[in-house]
């Protein structure tokens, strides 16, 4: 007896699950598979050219800005739906994408957009030690509670005469209406407090 196997083409099962944000516009889409190794945020569909999948995304005319991290997809929604009416339709759709093997960004994105390792490094090092101690101070205590809200945080600069940081929001986190609170009631005393003197302001840029 021979007995034949069908060959058949393996999908790894993709479990999606939405999660509310802080931003009622934003909606958290977690994926139990890597998406990325690095984070990308688009706001519009031409801006989208590295990532087959916000490419897609933008097609649906609900959709605003799309930002993807390592595991999740934060997509700021316009008013023109709730997210009752369509958390549904963009799970089922993002579950299906991923499941088949498609593209999240292009090959050579991360080197691209200057996202690299050595990219990171480099500007690093091009910092002076007060803007390294604040860009440490954010990846240390703040960016992790930012991204389990959907968003990021990101270093922009550091002026030693006004003693101001300015910072930059992204994800979930842009236009968030508790942002502008969480940035002066948590990160900007944080600065305060752990550079003393340094520090008086922080203010923010939205992604």
Not at 83 to 108: C, D, H, P
Not at 120 to 135: G, M, N
Not at 161 to 186: E, F, H, I, R
Request: glycine share 4%; net charge negative; with cysteine.
């Amino acid at each position: 007896m021979v007995i034949e196997e069908s060959e058949t083409t393996k999908r790894n099962p993709v479990t999606i699950y939405a999660e509310s944000t802080p931003n009622p516009a934003v909606i958290k889409f977690v994926s139990n598979k890597k998406l990325v190794t690095s984070l990308f945020e688009f706001t519009s569909i031409e801006d989208a050219k590295m990532s087959p999948l916000a490419t897609e995304l933008f097609h649906f005319p609900f959709v605003k800005s799309v930002f993807i991290d390592e595991n999740y997809i934060s997509i700021t929604k316009y008013d023109i739906a709730e997210w009752q009416e369509i958390t549904m339709e963009l799970r089922e759709f993002i579950r299906s994408y991923i499941e088949n093997g498609k593209e999240i960004v292009v090959a050579g994105a991360t080197q691209t957009l200057n996202k690299t390792d050595s990219h990171k490094e480099a500007y690093f090092e091009s910092l002076d030690d007060t803007s390294k101690e604040i860009v440490n101070i954010l990846e240390e205590y703040v960016k992790p509670a930012v991204a389990s809200d959907g968003g990021n945080i990101e270093f922009i600069s550091y002026d030693p005469n006004l003693k101001k940081v300015s910072v930059m929001l992204q994800g979930a986190c842009s236009g968030c209406p508790s942002s502008t609170y969480t940035l002066k009631s948590g990160i900007e005393n944080m600065l305060r407090e752990m550079l003393n003197g340094k520090v008086e302001s922080v203010e923010a840029i939205n992604g």
